[in-house]
């Protein structure tokens, strides 16, 4: 309820000049709901407030009509909740937009021996074309990249690794939904040597001397996987002809949250 009396929705404001309503109710009246509404958005657009942000759990996505009516517009949808947004000002909208990229990890593993760690796959752009190629995925929420390669490895040849460094990353457009794409290549260290292929998803699995890979029909005649392969071929070599970014780990003083800056090694 506001200072006039009226009833309005519950609301924090963000540190932006807008407002956040996270409806926490499990079921609400559509008509009760278009009422409260209404007040509300009056009364932030009388306080100049900017964006705002409502957020509908799954329960009450019957209320996305109301909000559309009275002219929010979608954002984004995870699981458990829809995102709408309105921007009050008669100007152009500064909203940040939904998540623009996805990020995904291929993993150079390279053991002693100068062979690497490949892979089959049995589904996918690849599959059933008997490509040799680097293990490969993408980074979970809340997953840093060093460690969704090691994970990526492990889940998908039973390989226990750690990460050394990336090598080099490389950008898409249109991918996924029509969404960008950041591929970075990694190149990790093996702890195990004993594969244990990954049944859903991989075919076959194995370790292969890198000059075997590069000389795959394929890869001599991609420029991107051709590129990605001499690359690979530079940094298994221990004269240090090829430097990569390795990952610093850092811890903010306030929060104590910890990050990694990626860069080359501080000599």
């Not at 937009?97 to 993993?107: K, M, R, T």
């Amino acid at each position: 309820m506001d200072a006039r009396g009226i009833e309005i929705l519950e609301a924090t404001e963000d540190i932006y000049g807008g407002v956040e309503v996270d409806m926490k109710e499990k079921k609400m009246d559509s008509n009760s709901f278009a009422t409260l509404l209404r007040a509300s958005m009056q009364l932030w657009k009388q306080q100049g407030k900017k964006g705002v942000w409502l957020k509908l759990p799954i329960e009450l996505s019957y209320l996305v009509d109301v909000a559309k009516k009275e002219g929010f517009v979608y954002h984004h949808a995870e699981e458990t909740y829809i995102m709408m947004v309105y921007w009050i000002p008669k100007t152009p909208s500064t909203l940040p937009a939904n998540a623009s990229h996805q990020v995904g990890i291929g993993a150079f593993v390279i053991n002693d021996e100068g062979e690497m760690l490949v892979v089959q796959e049995k589904q996918g752009k690849f599959g059933g074309t008997g490509l040799w190629k680097m293990p490969t995925g993408v980074v979970k929420e809340g997953e840093d990249i060093c460690d969704g390669a090691v994970r990526e490895v492990k889940e998908e040849t039973g390989i226990d690794a750690e990460f050394v460094e990336f090598l080099a990353f490389r950008q898409n457009h249109k991918v996924l939904f029509s969404k960008s794409d950041l591929f970075f290549v990694c190149k990790l260290k093996p702890l195990s040597s004993t594969i244990t292929k990954q049944d859903t998803e991989i075919e076959n699995a194995k370790w292969m001397k890198i000059e075997e890979y590069m000389e795959q029909p394929f890869v001599k005649d991609s420029e991107s996987f051709g590129s990605v392969a001499e690359i690979c071929n530079m940094a298994a070599r221990t004269d240090g002809a090829y430097s990569g970014f390795i990952a610093n780990p850092k811890t903010k003083k306030r929060s104590g949250a910890k990050s990694y800056l990626y860069c080359n090694k501080i000599r």
